[in-house]
């Protein structure tokens, strides 16, 4: 009997470190994001004044000068905001790179959470059927784990829909899913298994990073094949990103585009 709990409690311990890892990858990730959008705007809103304003009067501040002080200090003006653009074009490559590296570890914390969960269960099971021979060790056993059974932190997080107003970067559609067991291989040539953290969509290039929100947990997915092909659907969640997000059916979720 001891046995079957001390096991049990090392895969409650090590899903929860999982779930840790998970959330503070996916604090970093909100970040990175964050940052590469700042860069993005910064570009956008130069490319805006050049289009409007195109390259007279750049020659006309030039020309405006009357002192040769006064061309130094315009040339000098002209010099610093090229410098501002290469800085941004600079920040936003690497910005994109952190996004796929950061996308990448947070894939492989949810495989792993989703992992430590499924070896958590059985381990449930097991120590359920060892005990059920001393229902009065069970029932200590089990008011035991509700007494020092803290509910998981949920993530400090804005509203959602607050969020989708405020960034403009979150979208909502219906998304279905694979089974939790699916094996087979994607229209990208990828081979998917229970853990794959891949999703499909009619469109979106293969290898496309695309982070979901479903009630309250999140989970980033790579376009590795095409569907779902009933109307009204645009994903279909792989099965790690069902685990990772809990979810099941036909349901409206929240997502974004973070890297293609």
């Known amino acids: 009997m001891g046995r079957a709990v001390q096991r049990l409690e090392t895969a ?11 959330e503070r990858a996916s604090a970093e990730l909100d970040r990175i994001v964050a940052d590469q959008q700042r ?32 061309l130094a200090a315009r040339m000098d003006l002209l010099q610093r905001m090229s ?61 035991r784990a509700a007494a020092g059974a803290k509910k998981p932190v949920a993530p400090k997080r804005s509203d959602p ?23 087979g291989r994607g229209a990208s040539g990828e081979t998917i298994g229970p853990y794959s953290m891949i999703v499909a969509h009619r469109t979106l290039p293969f290898g496309t990073l695309i982070e979901f929100e479903y009630r309250g947990k999140r989970a980033v997915a790579r376009v590795a094949d095409r569907g779902p092909h009933t109307p009204g659907r645009v994903f279909d969640l792989g099965p790690g990103v069902v685990r990772t997000l809990d979810f099941a059916g036909v349901n409206e979720v929240l997502y974004r585009i973070i890297a293609r």
Do not use: N
């Not at 860069?39 to 020659?59: E, N, W």
């Not at 994109?96 to 792993?112: F, H, T, Y």
């Not at 969020?163 to 694979?178: F, I």
């Open 39 to 70: 860069a993005r705007a910064r570009l956008r809103a130069r490319v805006r004044t050049m289009y409007r304003s195109g390259d007279a009067p750049v020659i006309s501040t030039l020309l405006s000068a009357s002192t040769f002080q006064g």
């Open 161 to 183: 829909m607050q969020r989708l107003r405020g960034s403009g970067e979150w979208k909502t559609a219906v998304a279905s899913h694979y089974g939790r067991s699916f094996t």
């Open 83 to 143: 410098r501002q653009d290469a800085e941004d074009l600079r920040t936003l490559a690497i910005a994109r790179a952190e996004v796929e590296r950061a996308a990448a570890r947070s894939m492989e914390l949810q495989a792993a959470e989703a992992r430590a969960f499924d070896a958590t269960a059985r381990e449930v099971a097991r120590a359920r059927t060892e005990l059920a021979a001393s229902q009065s060790a069970l029932r200590d056993y089990e008011t």
């Open 12 to 22: 409650c311990a090590k899903s929860a470190r999982a779930h840790a890892s998970v």
